[in-house]
Each structure stands twice: as structure tokens, then as C-alpha cells.
Nanobody
């Protein structure tokens, strides 16, 4: 069974920083791209940042570009999101997402989600 275990987040003041981490655990053979989605109250879930599994190509939503940094360690099946210069509009539940996860001994590629971590930016 594969699980995405998230940690970090919490409360920050505007202009402050927070970090998130996500570890994919289980009998994992390989993991594709990993990313962070977020869902603000009353809004749809949106992709904030994504990183590929091979050369580490990254994507950032315009709203976070230049402030957030996504990184990963393939050997540890871990992805991080460093969030700087936080704004109140960054307040949301942040979800880790792993694409095309292959479990050892299986031919299936499945996507997985973390349970979500609340990030609140407020003075």
C-alpha cells in the first residue's frame, strides 16, 4: 500500500516562510512527477508546483512563481515545497500528488494523493 505522508505547514505572517514535505512510502518501484496542489476555501483545487522525475523540470503557477520552490529526492521518494514571501491569498489546504507510481512487482501505474496540510497566512 502506498501512502503520501505530508508534514510542515501551519501559520505564517504575510511575508514569512513555510515549508512542506511529502514522503511516498510503501513498496515503491518508481514514482513519476510529483507536485503540490492547493485548495482555498470556496475554490477549486489548483496546481501550485510540479517537478518531473527524470531531469527535474519544474512548473509553477503564475501566482507562486518566484516565491515557491519545489524540489525532490528520487532516492527517498520525497518532495518539498519551500514557500517564501507568503501572502494571505496563499492560505489553503496543500495536497501532495504523485503520478504514475509503480509498486514493486506490479505493472500498474497509479496516482496518489496526500491527506492535505493547512497553510494559513495571516497577521
Amino acid at each position: 500500500q502506498v501512502q503520501l505522508v505530508q508534514s510542515g505547514g501551519g501559520l505564517a505572517q504575510p511575508g514569512g516562510s513555510l515549508s512542506l514535505s511529502c514522503v511516498a512510502s510503501g513498496s515503491i518501484f518508481s514514482v513519476g512527477a510529483m507536485g503540490w496542489y492547493r485548495q482555498a476555501p470556496g475554490k477549486q483545487r489548483e496546481l501550485a508546483a510540479r517537478i518531473s522525475s527524470d531531469v527535474g523540470d519544474t512548473y509553477y503557477a503564475d501566482s507562486v512563481k518566484g516565491r515557491f520552490t519545489i524540489s525532490r529526492d528520487n532516492a527517498k521518494n520525497t518532495v518539498w515545497l519551500q514557500m517564501n514571501s507568503l501572502r494571505p491569498e496563499d492560505t489553503a489546504v496543500y495536497y501532495c500528488h504523485a503520478e504514475k507510481v509503480v509498486v514493486t512487482g506490479s505493472n500498474w501505474e497509479l496516482d496518489y494523493w496526500g491527506k492535505g496540510t493547512l497553510v494559513t497566512v495571516s497577521s
